[in-house]
């Protein structure tokens, strides 16, 4: 079991943990829930180590962790870590070379751990493709057969549907089955309920560096006033459409899609992570068709185009743009119209 004890940590002066009890039993796939900034990825690192308490302690099967070198390099052995992001963990060029770099440093040297590892994540044949080429689904497959040649107890992930497609997400799915029945502990951050609800064992909710909820079922109404995405259950259908040159409002879309680089950068500098980084638009627009409000940052001059595109779809759209300072709220219109906005961060 991995369990903390009254964690509390901050960056500098902004508190991200407040007093966090959590445990995750071995065995199970538990589903950490909460929306961005909740503190899901924070409470994760420190899980193996990554981070360090400010206060409180972190426990792994009854021994407590220890920050020196030698403890740290065997908590990361049974601890496993995947990124949100793979580009922050892929450092070989080829498939092969990323994967059997961890064992290697380990001084494990054998080539059978390598192919046992890329089987399990479906990509063999892979094993002299570069790294660079692969699709963000490839490359998060890659992440994850690192973390297995490892040979670990635990593995932890961290928003791994972020960015996946339908076909993407399908194939996580399976993946973490497959390691379940392996016999893998997982701890699983998200804020797709959709996704939970398909492996989740139990599920933690996280709300403002707090635990708010722990089951072995979800409370919708609770996962909603929390800001979590609830996928098929809202049936909204609403595009929302933010060009970068404008504030970006207060609202809990189920997901966030970037087009664009500098619609990147606002989302950067708002401390914001998008959900839908390729083909932002097409995405976006299924996501709301299958009745979900998107929000969609955009370059300024893709906004026509945007517009023009998501029209020919049955989904409301709405644009907010600051314009003059004044929020306008135009006509409802659902379909073939839009709703345009104007809006400013002073009201």
């Given at each position: 079991m991995i369990e903390t004890r009254d964690l509390w940590f901050a960056y500098s002066n902004n508190t991200v943990l407040k007093g966090v009890n959590?445990?995750?039993?071995?065995?199970?796939?538990?589903?950490?829930?909460?929306?961005n900034g909740a503190g899901k990825s924070t409470l994760l690192m420190h899980l193996n180590g990554l981070l360090k308490p400010l206060k409180g302690e972190v426990w792994v099967d009854g021994a407590k962790v220890r920050y020196d070198k030698q403890s740290l390099m065997e908590l990361r052995r049974k601890v496993g870590f995947v990124f949100q992001n793979p580009d922050d963990q892929i450092i070989a060029p080829t498939v092969w070379q990323d994967v059997a770099f961890g064992p290697k440093n380990l001084g494990i040297e054998d080539d059978r751990i390598v192919e046992e590892a890329l089987k399990a994540v479906g990509l063999e044949g892979y094993e002299n493709r570069l790294c660079n080429g692969l699709s963000g689904g490839e490359k998060k497959r890659v992440a994850i057969a690192g973390v297995l040649a490892m040979k670990p107890e635990y593995i932890i992930m961290d928003e791994p549907t972020a960015g996946l497609d339908g076909v993407g997400l399908k194939s996580m799915v399976e993946l973490v089955e497959k390691l379940r029945r392996e016999g893998k502990t997982l701890i699983i951050s998200t804020?797709?309920?959709?996704?939970?609800?398909?492996?989740?064992?139990?599920?933690?909710?996280?709300?403002?560096?707090?635990?708010?909820?722990?089951?072995?079922?979800?409370?919708?109404?609770?996962?909603?006033?929390?800001?979590?995405?609830?996928?098929?259950?809202?049936?909204?259908?609403?595009?929302?459409?933010?060009?970068?040159?404008?504030?970006?409002?207060?609202?809990?879309?189920?997901?966030?899609?970037?087009?664009?680089?500098?619609?990147?950068?606002?989302?950067?500098?708002?401390?914001?992570?998008?959900?839908?980084?390729?083909?932002?638009?097409?995405?976006?627009?299924?996501?709301?068709?299958?009745?979900?409000?998107?929000?969609?940052?955009?370059?300024?001059?893709?906004?026509?185009?945007?517009?023009?595109?998501?029209?020919?779809?049955?989904?409301?759209?709405?644009?907010?743009?600051?314009?003059?300072?004044?929020?306008?709220?135009?006509?409802?219109?659902?379909?073939?119209?839009?709703?345009?906005?104007?809006?400013?961060s002073q009201q």
């Open positions: 959590f445990r995750a039993q071995k065995g199970e796939v538990t589903i950490l829930l909460g929306k804020h797709d309920l959709d996704f939970a609800t398909e492996i989740g064992d139990k599920f933690v909710m996280l709300s403002d560096g707090r635990i708010v909820y722990e089951g072995d079922s979800i409370d919708y109404s609770l996962a909603e006033e929390c800001g979590i995405r609830l996928g098929i259950f809202g049936r909204r259908r609403e595009l929302v459409v933010i060009p970068h040159t404008s504030p970006i409002p207060e609202l809990h879309p189920d997901f966030v899609a970037v087009m664009g680089r500098n619609a990147r950068q606002k989302l950067e500098d708002e401390g914001l992570e998008a959900d839908i980084l390729t083909a932002s638009l097409e995405r976006s627009i299924l996501r709301a068709i299958s009745g979900n409000t998107v929000l969609l940052v955009c370059s300024q001059e893709m906004l026509d185009v945007v517009r023009r595109e998501a029209l020919n779809f049955p989904i409301k759209l709405r644009i907010v743009d600051g314009v003059d300072g004044v929020l306008k709220e135009g006509d409802d219109k659902v379909g073939g119209e839009a709703t345009w906005s104007s809006y400013s």
